[in-house]
């Protein structure tokens, strides 16, 4: 078989900044969504004072506040974490795709990871299962994205 080079990140926190952003709205999951990333990252070997916690109102406020500490340079990634769930109104496609084409856009834009922990359900009961029950914890997922992503782009530089 032919060499091929291989750039993978591992999954080390050890000496990281990471800015977890959670919205209020839907706290009731956000809340497990969050204690999940938390867990995450101390068993991954980041110290308590490498994790700082911002609270906002809802999930249409991540761009805005995302787009302010990318540029502020002291962290090395961020995981919005959040609840969009579907009500009887229209406001549930506003509200997630304006957090999720902003989330992209600051990411891009800034070249710093931003994990996309934002549930976007039909349901409440499909949000639970997605924050720490039968369908895992996206919380867990998205703060482990942003840990390989970080060290994936540290190989690349
Ligand atoms: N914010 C959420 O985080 N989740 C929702 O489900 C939601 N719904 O359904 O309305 C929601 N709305 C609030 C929005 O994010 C803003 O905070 C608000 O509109 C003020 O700008």
Do not use: W
């Not at 919205?23 to 867990?39: E, K, T």
């Not at 976007?120 to 997922?141: C, M």
């Amino acid at each position: 078989m032919l060499h091929m080079k291989t750039v993978e990140g591992r999954l080390d926190a050890k000496g990281l900044r990471i800015a977890l952003v959670c919205s209020r709205f839907n706290d009731f999951i956000v809340d497990r969504l969050v204690g999940g990333a938390v867990d995450y990252l101390l068993r991954h070997g980041i110290e308590r004072e490498g994790i700082a916690i911002i609270k906002i109102p809802g999930a249409f406020e991540f761009p805005v506040v995302t787009s302010k500490l990318a540029r502020k340079k002291e962290y090395d990634g961020i995981v919005c974490l959040g609840a969009v769930i579907r009500g009887a109104t229209p406001h549930f496609d506003f509200v997630a795709s304006e957090a999720t084409k902003g989330i992209a856009q600051v990411s891009l834009e800034s070249g710093i990871p931003i994990g996309f922990g934002l549930l976007t359900t039909d349901t409440l009961e499909q949000a639970i299962e997605r924050a720490g029950s039968k369908a895992g914890n996206k919380g867990v997922e998205a703060a482990a994205a942003v840990v390989e992503t970080i060290r994936v782009l540290e190989q690349i530089n």
